[in-house]
């Protein structure tokens, strides 16, 4: 059993009691009539009798994503640190697990602050929700069955400070982050064209080949660098081991963010 207190998903249907969600039980199935039970990963369907029963006992986490949106249009991506445990060395906005006695916005701003050092009050930020994701690690059986199992809610938040304001202030923990970008509109269109699973063109045209990026060093410094375009843009490998990528769920949670800019709210 775990020694840390954690949030789970519970779901219920009609008017029956909340029960604790099935580690194998799809949540964002449950809110569309006739809507498959099972997780479904890499296309298959994951069975109890799959999976051990210690991580059957897990239960479903709560998460929550941060994309921080500056003033002058940019969000704030972070390379996960490569000795985690779960998805090293893939591009995501700051955010972790939900804590006890905490909103999704104090868990947001907490994590923000712990993994980037960025400290910003409820007050300033304008918070919305722009949708949920269902995650399990690792992503693709070919891998492992997974141990992981969560619903992350992808939270936007609203700075008045540009990225370059912020970026003073930046100081990621190492032991999480390795690099930071602050993505502006163009990139993002780039990696949401990157569709996972298919074969599209990407749409990088009029992009440089380089990506401007902070590095993270063992002590937590920030050095300038700079990163292949291509990086970003990459897709999930169908099999084999994972690449440097923009995750999956990001990418989800960034076209979103896209369209947020096309429709701002009154």
């Not at 902070?214 to 050095?223: C, E, I, K, N, P």
Request: some cysteine.
């Amino acid at each position: 059993m775990d020694k840390v207190r954690r949030i789970l998903v519970c779901v219920c249907k009609e008017r029956a009691s909340p029960q604790r969600a099935l580690f194998v039980q799809s949540i964002t199935g449950h809110f569309i009539d006739g809507g498959d039970d099972e997780v479904e990963v890499n296309s298959l369907h994951l069975s109890a009798a799959a999976i051990p029963l210690d991580v059957q006992q897990r239960g479903v986490d709560v998460g929550v994503a941060v994309l921080l949106q500056t003033a002058n249009q940019r969000v704030l991506l972070t390379r996960r640190a490569k000795e985690l445990r779960i998805f090293p060395n893939v591009w995501v906005p700051p955010g972790g697990h939900v804590e006890p006695d905490e909103t999704l916005l104090d868990a947001g701003l907490r994590e923000l602050k712990e993994e980037t050092g960025l400290k910003l009050e409820p007050e300033e930020v304008c918070p919305k929700i722009l949708g949920l994701w269902e995650s399990v690690y690792p992503p693709m059986l070919s891998r492992g069955l997974p141990q992981r199992h969560h619903i992350v809610v992808y939270m936007l938040l609203h700075s008045s400070l540009s990225h370059l304001q912020l970026q003073s202030s930046l100081s990621p923990s190492p032991a999480e982050v390795s690099a930071c970008v602050w993505a502006d509109g163009g990139l993002v269109r780039a990696v949401v064209s990157a569709v996972d699973g298919e074969d599209r063109e990407v749409g990088v045209d009029d992009l440089p080949d380089t990506v401007s990026v902070s590095q993270v060093s063992a002590d937590g410094g920030l050095t300038d660098s700079s990163l292949p375009l291509a990086v970003f843009v990459s897709r999930a490998p169908a099999s084999g081991p994972d690449v440097e990528r923009v995750s999956t769920g990001t990418k989800f949670a960034l076209e979103l963010w896209l369209k947020s800019l096309e429709t701002p709210d009154p």
